[in-house]
């Protein structure tokens, strides 16, 4: 700025003594060690004027307000020279400008402080009574809060030097703003409000701005020392300030690397010789300068991102004055300076251990005069740093219950640049694996000697320190003792990590982290098997073994064998895989000792992870009839080390008519009598359906297994409908199976999945994701359990697990998620596209699921938390679903609830609410959209509000009241007459009029008009922005 001279030293040192301001600290204002960073932004509040003219110039004062809004010209008074454009303002209250705050995807934010100030008297202006005021923090997103200044923070340099020099007219204030920050993260900011001076016939001095600094996390970048101070004092021009910081850290060894954050108010582009130093070890300063903050012109109303280049996103961002050339552009950004400078040890500017600073702001005799207001340090330290990526390695991958699998882990510290100490490694086991050997650099056990067990994994195991540019290598061996049973999935996925901590600076608490290596997984294959038997008569026995391959590898060298029982002799040539006949081995059967099995796809010996294997094969019994105990054993790898599967099978062949069942019959009813429902060969005869033993038979007219007497009186199914619930199983399956569930309800163990393959979309889903898909009664390894809600045990109901996509068969992926105690997961929140963390997304008093929650919702709107918006749902992304103007949660729950998916519940042809649905309804009847029927109104719930006969949106159309019952009548306004069907055919007139109600005073449709006025006078809005004082 330019100054007037100076008349006497004498003067000016008398001048200084009696107005000098308070000496305010620099304030440290939060500081930590963390693996992130620091981000600033913010804007000037003002553009440079011309010389005593209201208009764009090369002044190094502001002349204008910045403004957010596009109508906003300042134009009073009206320049005589080029006018301000849109987005200005001479009116402090309504200033504002905006800044882009850029972090990374993954960033939490730790910590935010705003900062703001500016001239508070110059020229015809004087805020300092206004200074304290709370200031506007807004986001792109519309939300906004008033933020109070912080009193500890606060700078106010009022010195008066009349006439030998300016009076120093400058405030600063800052306040913690990290709540507001942290639930907003990257995006646009704005400030508003903020009290400063600008003047037609003030050509320097003026000045406002504000500051966004944010201190974050984010665990992928290098380990820093964060810091932010707030403060400073004022630099005049041919003067000096050293302001003093102590709080952050550098390492104690290495090299120093780091950034260091500044900002200012009232620095100059076309005043030269400003200079910003940081002194060294030996106490010498150095130079600090950016890519756009020249080392002598450091403070010249720049305003930069945080790699110190111009930032030009924001408010007039592409304004700039030149510091480099130290000229000024015509109404350029002016007044506050942000950037983000380097700092290194090989700069000399930084040391080793270093814990505070000396930074040295200067100017020369006809240079420019400033305030800084923060400066912040983020320093990187020196820690270890794991080569991760490839640190975990393993022999072999698939796996099977017996085997032994060696570990090498390489805890590598090459690339460090600081000791690792205290560390810890875990490599926790799951179930069916076992340590059996372990080892530190070929040496057996831990760093001690001692002996580590599979517990220690889990409990951690002590390595000592590792010096950075060293390693350690650990080798374990894993015994497999058995591979994870169905439902869950075949596989071990392991994970090695340890724990160590490190000093970031001499005296420092050590820092404790965590890392992890890369994940393995073992894989297996997992034969299930299951073997049926069907006697086909004559003694003659259909065996039937299904090799289902349900692990996560291929079987290979897979065998099938079986032993024929005594009593009874192979049917040569009836061997058949997946359909296709086998040939006999010298007339002996094929699997006799074992043969080789595939599935369809698979190679010779090969069943392929999820496919299947069918054999079947026929036996005869020598004596007709008799109890037969078959056993088959599926190999996984033949001859190899894996464990075979048996299952063994009970066949009792009896003699039909005894009434008793055997395994070849349908039905015994005691005789050999046909035509009765079971006939001779204990068949079920067409028509028929039988039960118990000695078998009931009778008819059964649906055919679906019941007859129609114990669907009338056991099952209480429909007789003539064979799905009486529909949900894809027959009613005879249901009660019969070997799993049964209830016939009479689609969805037996209420998890939102139909017991079969047909869907009913209320209650229930069905088809690829019903429970028993093929409707055979039978629970399939691939399928969940119609009669168990959380099939595989662990915690999630097998329908959240199907719509958000993990699996129900799988415990382990059953992680509950419901941030907002609304009853509707947070993965199905972000399919729905509802806020995880705010139970009522849209607003509207209804919960986003089922649950309540207290205080602030009513649940639900997504009623079977499935994440879709069905049928009979009000939808939780939309306020008002069937856009009447009234919210859902005023339709259900208001004094006269009306319906929320129906925009005219009483089909009047007047909307509920205020809201217009072309071809429906025209606005309204509940004009207020508060869920009451106030006075004016009509009734949303009555198709005749005033029960005159004519409907409420005919009135309104032709003019009449629909409030008054006394003009209920047909045809038009100006002839009078009678309605009586409400279709506006003239009955009659003047005193044929036939109304029933009587006129009980002649004020009343004039009463009626008013109202309906005021009604309409509450309809009108005024737009006011809501601000809570943070």
Same mark, same amino acid.
């Given at each position: 700025?330019?100054?007037?001279?100076?008349?006497?030293?004498?003067?000016?040192?008398?001048?200084?003594?009696?107005?000098?301001?308070?000496?305010?600290?620099?304030?440290?204002?939060?500081?930590?060690?963390?693996?992130?960073?620091?981000?600033?932004?913010?804007?000037?509040?003002?553009?440079?004027?011309?010389?005593?003219?209201?208009?764009?110039?090369?002044?190094?004062?502001?002349?204008?307000?910045?403004?957010?809004?596009?109508?906003?010209?300042?134009?009073?008074?009206?320049s005589t020279g080029a006018a301000w454009p849109?987005?200005?303002?001479?009116?402090?209250?309504?200033?504002?400008?905006?800044?882009?705050?850029?972090?990374?995807?993954?960033?939490?934010?730790?910590?935010?402080?705003?900062?703001?100030?500016?001239?508070?008297?110059?020229?015809?202006?004087?805020?300092?009574?206004?200074?304290?005021?709370?200031?506007?923090?807004?986001?792109?997103?519309?939300?906004?809060?008033?933020?109070?200044?912080?009193?500890?923070? /606060?700078?106010?340099?009022?010195?008066?030097?009349?006439?030998?020099?300016?009076?120093?007219?400058?405030?600063?204030?800052?306040?913690?703003?990290?709540?507001?920050?942290?639930?907003?993260?990257?995006?646009?900011?704005?400030?508003?409000?903020?009290? /400063?001076?600008?003047?037609?016939?003030?050509?320097?001095?003026?000045?406002?701005?504000?500051?966004?600094?944010?201190?974050?996390?984010?665990?992928?970048?290098?380990?820093?020392?964060?810091?932010?101070?707030?403060?400073?004092?004022?630099?005049?021009?041919?003067?000096?300030?050293?302001?003093?910081?102590?709080?952050?850290?550098?390492?104690?060894?290495?090299?120093?690397?780091?950034?260091?954050?500044?900002?200012?108010?009232?620095?100059?582009?076309?005043?030269?010789?400003?200079?910003?130093?940081?002194?060294?070890?030996?106490?010498?300063?150095?130079?600090?300068?950016?890519?756009?903050?020249?080392?002598?012109?450091?403070?010249?109303?720049?305003?930069?991102?945080?790699?110190?280049?111009?930032?030009?996103?924001?408010?007039?961002?592409?304004?700039?004055?030149?510091?480099?050339?130290?000229?000024?552009?015509?109404?350029?950004?002016?007044?506050?300076?942000?950037?983000?400078?380097?700092?290194?040890?090989?700069?000399?500017?930084?040391?080793?251990?270093?814990?505070?600073?000396?930074?040295?702001?200067?100017?020369?005799?006809?240079?420019?005069?400033?305030?800084?207001?923060?400066?912040?340090?983020?320093?990187?330290?020196?820690?270890?740093?794991?080569?991760?990526?490839?640190?975990?390695?393993?022999?072999?991958?698939?796996?099977?219950?017996?085997?032994?699998?060696?570990?090498?882990?390489?805890?590598?510290?090459?690339?460090?640049?600081?000791?690792?100490?205290?560390?810890?490694?875990?490599?926790?086991?799951?179930?069916?694996?076992?340590?059996?050997?372990?080892?530190?650099?070929?040496?057996?056990?831990?760093?001690?000697?001692?002996?580590?067990?599979?517990?220690?994994?889990?409990?951690?195991?002590?390595?000592?320190?590792?010096?950075?540019?060293?390693?350690?290598?650990?080798?374990?061996?894993?015994?497999?003792?058995?591979?994870?049973?169905?439902?869950?999935?075949?596989?071990?996925?392991?994970?090695?990590?340890?724990?160590?901590?490190?000093?970031?600076?001499?005296?420092?608490?050590?820092?404790?982290?965590?890392?992890?290596?890369?994940?393995?997984?073992?894989?297996?294959?997992?034969?299930?098997?299951?073997?049926?038997?069907?006697?086909?008569?004559?003694?003659?026995?259909?065996?039937?073994?299904?090799?289902?391959?349900?692990?996560?590898?291929?079987?290979?060298?897979?065998?099938?064998?079986?032993?024929?029982?005594?009593?009874?002799?192979?049917?040569?040539?009836?061997?058949?895989?997946?359909?296709?006949?086998?040939?006999?081995?010298?007339?002996?059967?094929?699997?006799?000792?074992?043969?080789?099995?595939?599935?369809?796809?698979?190679?010779?010996?090969?069943?392929?992870?999820?496919?299947?294997?069918?054999?079947?094969?026929?036996?005869?019994?020598?004596?007709?009839?008799?109890?037969?105990?078959?056993?088959?054993?599926?190999?996984?790898?033949?001859?190899?080390?894996?464990?075979?599967?048996?299952?063994?099978?009970?066949?009792?062949?009896?003699?039909?008519?005894?009434?008793?069942?055997?395994?070849?019959?349908?039905?015994?009813?005691?005789?050999?009598?046909?035509?009765?429902?079971?006939?001779?060969?204990?068949?079920?005869?067409?028509?028929?359906?039988?039960?118990?033993?000695?078998?009931?038979?009778?008819?059964?007219?649906?055919?679906?297994?019941?007859?129609?007497?114990?669907?009338?009186?056991?099952?209480?199914?429909?007789?003539?409908?064979?799905?009486?619930?529909?949900?894809?199983?027959?009613?005879?399956?249901?009660?019969?199976?070997?799993?049964?569930?209830?016939?009479?309800?689609?969805?037996?163990?209420?998890?939102?999945?139909?017991?079969?393959?047909?869907?009913?979309?209320?209650?229930?889903?069905?088809?690829?994701?019903?429970?028993?898909?093929?409707?055979?009664?039978?629970?399939?390894?691939?399928?969940?359990?119609?009669?168990?809600?959380?099939?595989?045990?662990?915690?999630?109901?097998?329908?959240?697990?199907?719509?958000?996509?993990?699996?129900?068969?799988?415990?382990?992926?059953?992680?509950?998620?419901?941030?907002?105690?609304?009853?509707?997961?947070?993965?199905?929140?972000?399919?729905?596209?509802?806020?995880?963390?705010?139970?009522?997304?849209?607003?509207?008093?209804?919960?986003?699921?089922?649950?309540?929650?207290?205080?602030?919702?009513?649940?639900?709107?997504?009623?079977?938390?499935?994440?879709?918006?069905?049928?009979?749902?009000?939808?939780?992304t939309n306020p008002d679903s069937d856009d009447?103007?009234?919210?859902?949660?005023?339709?259900?729950?208001?004094?006269?609830?009306?319906?929320?998916?129906?925009?005219?519940?009483?089909?009047?042809?007047?909307?509920?609410?205020?809201?217009?649905?072309?071809?429906?309804?025209?606005?309204?009847?509940?004009?207020?959209?508060?869920?009451?029927?106030?006075?004016?109104?009509?009734?949303?719930?009555?198709?005749?509000?005033?029960?005159?006969?004519i409907p409420d949106g005919v009135e309104v159309?032709?003019?009449?009241?629909?409030?008054?019952?006394?003009?209920?009548?047909?045809?038009?306004?100006?002839?009078?007459?009678?309605?009586?069907?409400?279709?506006?055919?003239?009955?009659?007139?003047?005193?044929?009029?036939?109304?029933?109600?009587?006129?009980?005073?002649?004020?009343?449709?004039?009463?009626?008009?008013?109202?309906?006025?005021?009604?309409?006078?509450?309809?009108?809005?005024?737009? /006011?922005?809501?601000?809570?004082?943070?």
């Amino acid at each position: 700025m330019k100054r007037l001279p100076l008349r006497s030293p004498a003067f000016a040192i008398m001048v200084l003594l009696l107005t000098a301001s308070t000496a305010h600290a620099n304030i440290l204002r939060y500081t930590t060690t963390v693996e992130g960073g620091l981000a600033v932004t913010g804007n000037t509040l003002g553009l440079s004027k011309e010389t005593n003219v209201n208009g764009p110039g090369l002044q190094d004062s502001i002349g204008t307000f910045c403004s957010t809004e596009a109508g906003s010209i300042d134009n009073v008074p009206v320049s005589t020279g080029a006018a301000w454009p849109a987005y200005t303002t001479a009116d402090w209250h309504v200033n504002g400008s905006t800044g882009a705050l850029a972090l990374p995807a993954d960033a939490h934010v730790l910590y935010a402080e705003l900062i703001w100030g500016g001239s508070f008297a110059y020229g015809s202006e004087n805020v300092k009574a206004l200074i304290d005021s709370s200031v506007e923090l807004g986001f792109q997103d519309g939300t906004a809060r008033f933020v109070a200044p912080d009193p500890l923070t /606060a700078i106010t340099e009022d010195i008066s030097r009349q006439p030998t020099a300016f009076d120093i007219r400058y405030y600063m204030r800052s306040a913690d703003v990290t709540s507001f920050v942290q639930a907003r993260g990257a995006g646009t900011y704005e400030v508003h409000g903020v009290p /400063a001076t600008q003047d037609t016939f003030i050509n320097s001095l003026n000045a406002a701005g504000w500051t966004l600094i944010v201190a974050y996390e984010e665990n992928s970048m290098t380990t820093r020392n964060l810091s932010i101070f707030v403060g400073g004092a004022f630099v005049d021009e041919n003067s000096e300030e050293d302001y003093f910081f102590t709080g952050f850290c550098s390492p104690p060894t290495g090299f120093v690397d780091g950034r260091v954050v500044v900002s200012a108010m009232e620095g100059d582009a076309d005043l030269v010789g400003d200079q910003l130093l940081i002194e060294d070890s030996v106490g010498t300063f150095q130079n600090l300068s950016g890519t756009n903050n020249p080392q002598d012109n450091f403070f010249a109303s720049q305003l930069n991102d945080d790699n110190g280049d111009l930032n030009i996103v924001g408010t007039f961002a592409t304004a700039n004055h030149n510091a480099f050339t130290g000229t000024n552009v015509s109404g350029g950004r002016q007044g506050w300076d942000i950037t983000t400078i380097p700092v290194s040890s090989s700069s000399s500017q930084i040391d080793n251990s270093q814990t505070s600073a000396t930074i040295r702001a200067t100017s020369t005799l006809a240079g420019d005069s400033y305030l800084p207001t923060l400066v912040a340090f983020e320093i990187d330290v020196n820690a270890p740093d794991f080569f991760l990526d490839l640190s975990t390695d393993i022999d072999h991958d698939v796996v099977y219950a017996g085997d032994d699998v060696d570990y090498i882990v390489y805890v590598d510290n090459l690339y460090g640049n600081a000791d690792a100490e205290n560390v810890k490694f875990f490599h926790p086991l799951p179930a069916g694996l076992r340590l059996t050997a372990f080892a530190i650099d070929g040496v057996s056990g831990d760093v001690n000697g001692s002996a580590v067990t599979t517990a220690n994994l889990t409990s951690g195991v002590n390595l000592g320190s590792i010096p950075f540019g060293g390693y350690t290598t650990i080798t374990m061996t894993i015994h497999v003792d058995s591979i994870p049973a169905s439902p869950a999935i075949a596989s071990f996925k392991t994970l090695a990590s340890w724990d160590y901590d490190y000093v970031t600076c001499v005296g420092a608490t050590p820092i404790v982290n965590t890392v992890e290596s890369q994940q393995q997984t073992l894989r297996a294959a997992r034969l299930e098997l299951n073997l049926s038997a069907r006697p086909e008569g004559s003694g003659v026995i259909t065996y039937t073994a299904t090799v289902a391959n349900t692990g996560t590898a291929d079987a290979v060298g897979a065998t099938l064998s079986a032993q024929i029982p005594t009593g009874t002799s192979y049917l040569v040539g009836s061997s058949k895989l997946n359909g296709a006949a086998v040939a006999d081995n010298a007339g002996q059967m094929p699997f006799v000792g074992g043969g080789p099995i595939k599935s369809t796809t698979g190679a010779a010996g090969v069943i392929k992870f999820g496919e299947v294997a069918t054999v079947t094969f026929q036996i005869v019994i020598n004596g007709g009839a008799g109890n037969v105990s078959l056993t088959v054993s599926a190999d996984p790898d033949g001859s190899g080390p894996a464990p075979a599967v048996d299952k063994t099978v009970q066949t009792n062949v009896g003699l039909c008519g005894d009434g008793s069942l055997s395994d070849v019959e349908q039905c015994d009813d005691g005789n050999l009598n046909n035509n009765d429902g079971c006939d001779s060969a204990c068949t079920i005869e067409d028509g028929y359906a039988c039960h118990g033993e000695p078998s009931v038979c009778g008819p059964d007219a649906d055919g679906d297994g019941l007859s129609n007497g114990y669907e009338t009186d056991v099952s209480h199914t429909d007789p003539n409908n064979p799905d009486t619930d529909g949900d894809g199983i027959g009613d005879g399956v249901e009660v019969l199976g070997q799993n049964p569930t209830d016939p009479n309800l689609e969805d037996t163990d209420g998890d939102g999945l139909c017991d079969g393959p047909a869907a009913n979309p209320v209650a229930c889903q069905g088809g690829t994701k019903g429970e028993d898909k093929n409707a055979d009664g039978v629970r399939q390894a691939t399928e969940t359990d119609p009669n168990n809600p959380d099939t595989d045990g662990g915690t999630i109901w097998d329908g959240v697990e199907v719509n958000r996509g993990t699996n129900p068969l799988d415990p382990s992926d059953d992680i509950a998620g419901d941030s907002d105690n609304d009853g509707l997961d947070d993965t199905l929140e972000a399919t729905l596209g509802t806020d995880p963390h705010n139970p009522d997304s849209d607003g509207d008093g209804l919960c986003d699921g089922p649950l309540s929650v207290t205080g602030v919702c009513v649940g639900g709107e997504d009623l079977n938390a499935n994440g879709v918006v069905d049928p009979g749902e009000t939808n939780p992304t939309n306020p008002d679903s069937d856009d009447d103007g009234i919210s859902d949660g005023v339709e259900l729950h208001g004094a006269n609830p009306t319906l929320p998916l129906d925009p005219d519940s009483d089909d009047d042809g007047l909307c509920d609410g205020t809201g217009t649905l072309e071809g429906l309804c025209k606005s309204g009847e509940d004009l207020n959209n508060n869920g009451t029927q106030d006075p004016g109104e009509t009734d949303p719930m009555k198709f005749d509000t005033d029960l005159g006969g004519i409907p409420d949106g005919v009135e309104v159309d032709r003019g009449t009241d629909p409030l008054d019952p006394s003009d209920d009548y047909e045809g038009n306004a100006n002839e009078g007459g009678e309605d009586i069907g409400g279709n506006g055919n003239l009955a009659g007139k003047g005193d044929d009029c036939g109304c029933s109600v009587a006129d009980t005073s002649s004020s009343l449709p004039a009463h009626g008009i008013l109202l309906l006025f005021v009604g309409l006078l509450l309809r009108r809005r005024r737009w /006011a922005k809501n601000a809570t004082e943070l």
